[in-house]
Each structure stands twice: as structure tokens, then as C-alpha cells.
């Protein structure tokens, strides 16, 4: 009974290459979200979705679009990707965007070779 | 801007050796205050949400405190399985573009020996 789940849980690709990571929760959350965790272990957010509606935009590139196609799932697609964007990729989910617990994935772990 | 700093980056604890971890923050109004647990490979795993000055919330061996600039995780008699990255991170009462953005801090690797 995975609440939040991600695929795929690993990601090997080329520079130049575009690429999508997907995110299901089945808590009925209304809220989900993209989480960035670099090299240093920081986790920064990207972007947040309310019942399909873009919340949160951080400063992030063009290259990365996330996507909504119903209130359970939050795919995130990354066009030309850089070795900059080798990562590990949470997905989250809440109740709403307000103080509720953010629930998270088990993580994709992206490689740009 | 939002701001969470955690110290130590790393503690080593021998089994039954408790200690605490500290989350130091700059918000712009506090909404909650989020502890996380993260084991190698991965997500973080929730533990405790804390939304005042003065507010304290127990699980097993740990113990989360809040005051108006700065959280402590206190750990009591550790064992080896509580070695893991703590992560302490932050809600603002910020509405619109930031509603349920949390900030995190760099997180602390506690390890346990037995």
C-alpha cells in the first residue's frame, strides 16, 4: 500500500536527452509537489499543484514541466537534460498547501552522463 | 528570504548516549516547523510538526522543541536504528506563490554505535 510512488526509481541517460518522472499518491491529497535534492542532500522545492492548478514555481528552468493530469498524479518532464540536473527527484503530497504534513516519495535518482 | 540551518552537519553517539540536534530558522511569520527522518536511498520520512513557541511533541526516543528562533530534536538513548539524516524544515505564513512551500535545512547524519 505505497501512499506516494514513483517511477522509475532509477534514471541513466545522455545529455541532450528528454526525459519524465512520474508521481501517483493515493491518499487523496489535493496538494502535490516536486522536491529537488542535490549532491549536498539539500532538498529544494520546484513546483506545487492544487487539484491540478499550478501553485508553487520556483527558479527553475524552462527545460523542467511539470504536469497534472488529475489531482492524484504529478508527472514532472525534463527537456535537454544537463549534467547539472543529475539529482535525486522527490514527489510529495498533502492534504492542501497549508500547514498540513507533506508526504514524500521514495526518490528517482537521476544520472547525467 | 526563508532560512534553516542545522547543526552539527554530523554526530556520532554511542548507543545509550543521548544528545540533541539543533534547526535554527528566519521566516517571515511560522506556520509550522517540520522534523523529518531520511534513511540512505530513501524519502524523508515525517516525525513531527511543531506551530508555536513552547510547543513539545514526543515519539519513542525522540523529543522535538520549538522556540520563537531555533528547534531542538532531542534524542534519549539512541539506538543503532535511529541513525538516519534528520531534516528540519520550515512553513511560512506566506499565501499565493509560496502556499506550502517548505525550506530545509542541510540535515544532520546522526549515527549510532552500538
Known amino acids: 500500500d505505497t501512499a506516494v510512488s514513483q517511477t522509475p526509481k532509477y534514471l541513466v541517460t545522455q545529455m541532450g536527452n528528454d526525459k519524465s518522472i512520474k508521481c501517483e499518491q493515493n491518499?487523496?491529497?489535493?496538494?502535490m509537489y516536486w522536491y529537488k535534492q542535490d549532491s549536498k542532500k539539500f532538498l529544494k522545492i520546484m513546483f506545487s499543484?492544487?487539484?491540478?492548478?499550478?501553485?508553487i514555481n520556483e527558479t527553475v528552468p524552462n527545460r523542467f514541466s511539470p504536469k497534472s493530469p488529475d489531482k492524484a498524479h504529478l508527472n514532472l518532464h525534463i527537456n535537454s537534460l544537463e549534467l547539472g540536473d543529475s539529482a535525486v527527484y522527490f514527489c510529495?503530497?498533502?492534504?492542501?498547501?497549508?500547514?498540513?504534513?507533506?508526504?514524500f516519495g521514495p526518490g528517482t535518482r537521476l544520472l547525467v552522463l | 528570504e526563508d532560512q534553516v540551518t542545522q547543526s552539527p552537519e554530523a554526530l556520532r553517539l554511542q548507543e545509550g548516549e543521548s544528545s540533541s540536534l539543533n534547526c535554527s530558522y528566519t521566516?517571515?511569520?511560522?506556520?509550522?516547523l517540520f522534523w523529518y527522518r531520511q534513511d540512505p536511498g530513501k524519502g524523508p520520512e515525517f516525525l513531527f510538526t511543531?506551530?508555536?513557541a513552547g510547543e513539545e511533541k514526543e515519539k519513542e526516543r525522540l523529543k522535538a522543541t520549538l522556540t520563537k528562533k531555533e528547534s531542538f530534536l532531542h534524542i534519549t538513548a539512541p539506538k543503532p536504528e535511529d541513525s538516519a539524516t534528520y531534516l528540519c524544515?520550515?512553513?511560512?505564513?506566506?499565501?499565493?506563490?509560496?502556499?506550502?512551500?517548505?525550506?530545509f535545512g542541510q540535515g544532520t547524519i546522526l549515527t549510532v554505535h552500538p
Open positions: 510529495a503530497s498533502s492534504q492542501r498547501g497549508g500547514e498540513e504534513t507533506q508526504y
Open positions: 491518499l487523496g491529497h489535493d496538494t
Open positions: 499543484y492544487n487539484n491540478k492548478e499550478l501553485i
Open positions: 521566516v517571515s511569520g511560522l506556520r509550522g
Open positions: 511543531l506551530y508555536s
Open positions: 524544515a520550515v512553513q511560512a505564513n506566506a499565501g499565493g506563490t509560496s502556499y506550502g512551500k517548505l525550506t
